[in-house]
Nanobody, 123 residues
Framework: QVQLVESGGGLVQPGGSLRLSCVVS????????IGWFREAPGKEREGVSC????????YYADSVKGRFTISRDNAKNTVYLQMNSLKPEDTATYYC????????????????WGQGTQVIVSS
């Protein structure tokens, strides 16, 4: 019943911006943390950002701090990831997931995943 659907990916030039959206259903967004993860070919899936359920505390991987911003709209059951100053190393499939932010953004702390949306940063 729990579903997460990502959108907003695409091809952008280095230095460009994208906003990813994650629409969730089957649970109340205000009662679940949502994390953003990314996976590049041949690499482990890594946590990018997370927003907690109760207080809306946000977390970011060091590699994206100052460039990415996570936010949520509880009325629309949607979480966003605003990505600015994109770099080629940001190229990956991005996933949103429901779970717990924990001490840091860990794959093992998230049980429900979206299908993913691809982001390509290239000239």
């Amino acid at each position: 019943q729990v579903q997460l659907v990502e959108s907003g990916g695409g091809l952008v030039q280095p230095g460009g911006s994208l906003r990813l959206s994650c629409v969730v259903s089957g649970f109340t967004l205000g009662h679940s943390a949502i994390g953003w993860f990314r996976e590049a070919p041949g690499k482990e899936r890594e946590g990018v950002s997370c927003i907690s359920s109760s207080y809306g505390v946000t977390y970011y991987a060091d590699s994206v701090k100052g460039r990415f911003t996570i936010s949520r709209d509880n009325a629309k059951n949607t979480v966003y990831l605003q990505m600015n100053s994109l770099k080629p190393e940001d190229t990956a499939t991005y996933y949103c997931a429901a779970g717990d932010c924990g001490t840091w953004i860990a794959v093992s702390d998230f049980g429900s995943w979206g299908q993913g949306t691809q982001v390509i940063v290239s000239s």
